[in-house]
């Protein structure tokens, strides 16, 4: 239901407790995951950072795939809590080599861990997951995926791949809050983390939400839950069901064909250049030579479209063209190609924006393998 009035978010009611494991439940069986769903009370950037703490230990082994900041920063975290970390850090914008993984992987006696980020809204990478998780069972590592953004834009299937700890947000691929997070946990990762010296009192210790909610019987939640985050959640599981999950992630892969040819047909070849490493978040379109990334993001929002700007060592060198959630849609991508484009030619450069059109409707209505 729309909101007509601010005071719509004031004076929420509390969120009942025996509606949170349900709602877990149904998270997991998007996940199609069979193990436990636990929920953390923020953004998922603190998910992550306590999924770190509390598997990361003195004499734990783990490779870490970087292919955004956040890569870097799950990195860091493993590290402080006194994990021995080795990464593997992509090229600017670029998914994870495979090769360089594998010869990282063998060069190590043991690795205990094995952490990656699925898809990148930073920068619009996708990583290979599968490949991913078939070295990490090879190794009998366990596998730490971050799919904050990928949910709803990428199919994810965390028991068939093995996953055994996968965090989530909902502020992407799902369209719904960003002040919760969740994250699904195999009964291997729940003994690893057993392992590791509880900390508790924290906010970062998964061990403690296991005892004060999971072994309680997943009753009332620990803390004070902000009730418009969770009544938010389950709005967004509620659509997101209505659609259905497959409906939901074929919009997000028909945006981003949509928008990778558009931006072909202007005659500019994506940051990634090949589709199947290009996540369904964004499209990272380069900024040509000779301009200014700003004063590009500037042209477009003259014409009324926002532009992502690049974001650790990308920024500057890319823009991103945004796609996630409610804009994987045909307008919001036919309004980012041509705001591009409109751009560009405001800054010198001569593009041919109708040709960019008409291939982004033209992929938009294309069948899809499946169809």
């Known amino acids: 239901m729309p909101i007509r009035h601010a005071n719509a978010l004031l004076d929420v009611p509390v969120y009942p407790a025996g509606r949170s494991a349900p709602l877990a439940d149904r998270i997991g069986r998007l996940l199609s995951s069979t193990g436990d769903v636990i929920f953390v009370q923020a953004e998922a950037i603190l998910a992550l950072e306590a999924v770190a703490t509390s598997i990361a230990r003195p004499g734990v082994t783990a490779v870490n795939i970087v292919t955004s900041p956040y890569g870097a920063y799950f990195g860091a975290w493993l590290r402080r809590a006194g994990a021995t970390v080795h990464e593997l850090v992509a090229e600017p914008g670029q998914p994870a080599g495979m090769q360089a993984l594998r010869a990282r992987m063998d060069a190590l006696p043991a690795v205990d861990v094995v952490a990656a980020v ?3 809204a930073a920068n619009g990478v996708l990583n290979p997951l599968a490949d991913i998780a078939a070295l990490a069972k090879a190794r009998n590592a366990l596998l730490v995926i971050d799919a904050v953004a990928s949910i709803g ?15 989530i947000g909902a502020q992407k691929g799902l369209a719904g809050p960003a002040g919760v997070s969740a994250v699904a946990m195999s009964q291997r990762a729940w003994t690893h983390v057993a392992a590791t010296p509880d900390f508790a009192p924290s906010s970062l210790s998964l061990a403690e939400i296991r005892r004060t909610w999971l072994d309680r019987g997943r009753g009332a939640l620990p803390g004070m839950p902000a ?15 209505a659609e259905g999950i497959d409906n939901v992630i074929a919009r997000h892969q028909r945006a981003a064909m949509a928008a990778r040819a558009g931006l072909r047909a202007l005659g500019v070849e994506p940051w990634i250049a090949d589709d199947r490493a290009a996540s ?12 200014d990334a700003q004063a590009l993001i500037d042209g477009a929002a003259r014409y009324g479209v926002a532009l992502g700007a690049g974001f650790g060592n990308t920024e500057g060198r890319l823009v991103r063209l945004d796609h996630t959630g409610a804009k994987a849609a045909f307008d919001s991508v036919l309004a980012a190609v041509i705001g591009y484009g409109a751009a560009l030619v405001t800054l ?16 938009w209505v294309a069948p899809r393998a499946g169809d």
């Open 118 to 120: 699925h898809a990148e």
């Open 153 to 167: 834009a990428h199919p994810l299937d965390v028991d068939a791949l093995g996953i055994d700890i996968a965090v």
């Open 227 to 241: 009730p418009l985050e969770f009544w938010a959640l389950e709005a967004a599981i509620d659509r997101v069901e």
């Open 280 to 291: 369904a978040l964004v499209t990272s379109a380069p900024v040509p030579d000779g301009i």
């Open 348 to 363: 010198g450069m001569a593009v041919d924006i109708g040709p960019a059109a008409k291939a982004v409707a033209t992929a």
